[in-house]
């Protein structure tokens, strides 16, 4: 069995990237379920283990930062309410705005966003979508929310279009997931009605891109 890192499937490195999968694995098919302590475990241990496994293979400081701040925010958003709710996003900010500033270190510089096409296209559909977002959420949300929202929507932005000025495409992916994972996140809990019969699965897909978007942009700098 071929293993990203060198070593066996027992290797350090290998063995933390399984625990990390297995976490989330467990947490995705709990999703749906009313909040308990394990499920809170599952959910915050699967990219806590990433940014263990950035600190084990000497991967960025920021990075390390950032997954475990993505982390907290897991564990505050394994729990209902608005408080738990908004310790979650705060947590978020800090790790896009951490983010941000590795990809833009690693990055080329944001003139490349103009001189390849691609590129270009890519912002410029990012910045629509994230204005779509905020437009809809902007009718949906309490005048407490808004605000935290608004930042939000700009930080996941900016941190979309830093990572378009990297060359690296498990990166770009990852950030392209993660602003997917979000829209969706805002769509399940805003825009959908509360007993719509998608809420199960949109949970589950919401997860699924996250975790998809931690573990691209890890192993983009641990094995780019």
Do not use: C
């Amino acid at each position: 069995m071929t293993m990203p890192f060198a070593g066996g499937i027992d290797a350090n490195a290998n063995a933390t990237l399984i625990f990390s999968l297995v976490a989330a694995v467990i947490y995705a098919f709990t999703s749906g379920t009313s909040p308990t302590l394990a499920r809170s475990a599952a959910k915050t241990l699967a990219v806590a283990m990433l940014a263990v496994l950035a600190a084990m293979q000497g991967g960025p400081l920021m990075l390390v930062a950032a997954l475990a701040l993505s982390a907290v925010g897991d564990a505050f958003l394994s729990r209902d309410g608005e408080k738990p709710f908004l310790g979650g996003l705060a947590s978020f900010l800090v790790a896009h705005i951490i983010y941000i500033v590795l990809f833009l270190r690693s990055g080329g510089g944001l003139d490349v966003l103009g001189a390849e096409s691609w590129r270009g296209a890519t912002a410029l559909a990012m910045a629509v979508f994230a204005i779509v977002m905020l437009a809809a959420l902007w009718r949906r949300v309490g005048p407490g929310l808004r605000l935290p929202i608004a930042v939000y929507v700009v930080a996941i932005l900016a941190m979309g279009m830093a990572a378009l000025t990297t060359g690296n495409a498990w990166v770009i992916g990852g950030a392209v997931l993660f602003m997917a994972s979000d829209g969706l996140l805002a769509t399940e809990k805003f825009l959908v009605a509360a007993v719509s019969p998608h809420r199960a699965w949109m949970r589950f897909a919401v997860w699924a891109l996250y975790y998809a978007a931690q573990l691209a942009i890890t192993l983009g700098f641990l094995l780019g």
